[in-house]
Nanobody
Framework: QVQLVESGGGLVQAGGSLRLSCAAS????????MGWFRQAPGKEREFVAA????????RYAESVKGRFTISRDNAKRTVYLQMNSLKPEDTAVYYC?????????????????????WGQGTQVTVSS
């Protein structure tokens, strides 16, 4: 089992920045790929960004490309989502997710069904 805890959410003005963190605990000795998803009020949860277990590959939703950066520090068992140039439409609950990954350290996953473990979410609100 892997437990995930997100932090770093909050209220920010449009154009501002936030950095989300996702700390993993439990069975983290295995290689695991990570992802960030978000769910806005009245909408389905959607993919935001993903990173391979080795950190050598990343993937982003078109809506956040060039503004968000996903990274990881395996020594700290933490994944980050740096969010810049935030827009009101980025307002959502942000979730991190994890799945065990084998083979190449360059595989990323963008589908929710690919992930086995989820955090409780952290609220991000961007005011206009």
């Amino acid at each position: 089992q892997v437990q995930l805890v997100e932090s770093g959410g909050g209220l920010v003005q449009a154009g501002g920045s936030l950095r989300l963190s996702c700390a993993a605990s439990g069975r983290t000795s295995s290689s695991y790929a990570m992802g960030w998803f978000r769910q806005a009020p009245g909408k389905e949860r959607e993919f935001v960004a993903a990173i391979s277990w080795g950190g050598g590959s990343t993937r982003y939703a078109e809506s956040v490309k060039g503004r968000f950066t996903i990274s990881r520090d395996n020594a700290k068992r933490t994944v980050y989502l740096q969010m810049n140039s935030l827009k009101p439409e980025d307002t959502a609950v942000y979730y991190c997710a994890a799945r065990f990954s084998v083979g190449s350290g360059y595989v990323t996953y963008a589908a929710q069904r690919d992930y086995a473990y989820w955090g409780q979410g952290t609220q991000v609100t961007v005011s206009s």
